[in-house]
């Protein structure tokens, strides 16, 4: 591709090789979260910085605006720094991808503490919760109990993957993912991780 013109048809046709080769690397990555070698390689981060910097990374190119609220003081969490990253990454691409004219995402990361009946199953502690908001039209009722199935998806060119891939990582990080939507009202999805009492590494 390097020694082709830039507006040749074998360049064009190279680009497009090289995008589906990325989006192949993208997928098998997604996969091997589902299998052993998923497993997350955890430590303890300051998540601040490593949410915003995820959320941006993952709106670049996109014609959806963005606003973000994140705690100043925001806990620690023992984490995958990785798996974390592509959990923030999927939901704001889905929630991208509900707003194919363009729309507003809102992200917010803060500290909560959960009770023993607060968002079954998880056990009364602190967590961390992120939350990522799409403007779009929101997710059919008869949808809902399926969001998170591996490659069930209502997008054209969508592999259903990526809400499955972020609820297998949220799990193995002994944390909980939700889904809220209402017609016409967008769709939010709560993360919980648990908090660590450790300091950041």
Not at 1 to 6: D, L, Q
Not at 46 to 71: H, P, Q, W
Not at 130 to 149: A, C, M, N, Q
């Amino acid at each position: 591709r390097m020694s082709e013109n830039p507006g040749s048809k074998t360049f064009k046709l190279l680009s497009a090789a090289e995008k589906a080769s990325f989006r192949a690397k993208d997928l098998t990555n997604q996969l091997l979260t589902f299998s052993k070698g998923g497993a997350p390689v955890k430590k303890t981060l300051s998540l601040k910085d490593l949410i915003k910097e995820s959320f941006d990374f993952a709106i670049t190119g996109s014609n959806s605006k963005c606003e973000y609220n994140i705690d100043e003081h925001l806990w620690a969490a023992e984490v995958d720094e990785g798996q974390i990253t592509q959990v923030i990454s999927n939901l704001v691409i889905n929630a991208s991808q509900a707003m194919p004219n363009g729309g507003l995402i809102r992200l917010e990361a803060t500290n909560a503490f959960v009770g023993d009946s607060d968002v079954p199953p998880l056990r009364e502690g602190r967590y961390i919760r992120i939350s990522v908001k799409d403007s779009g039209t929101g997710i059919h009722p008869e949808y809902l109990p399926r969001i998170f199935d591996p490659y069930f998806t209502t997008k054209p060119r969508g592999t259903g993957l990526g809400l499955a891939t972020t609820y297998s990582i949220v799990k193995n990080h002994f944390g909980h993912i939700t889904v809220e939507s209402n017609a016409g009202e967008g769709a939010v999805f709560h993360v919980y991780l648990p908090a660590s009492g450790e300091r950041p590494s």
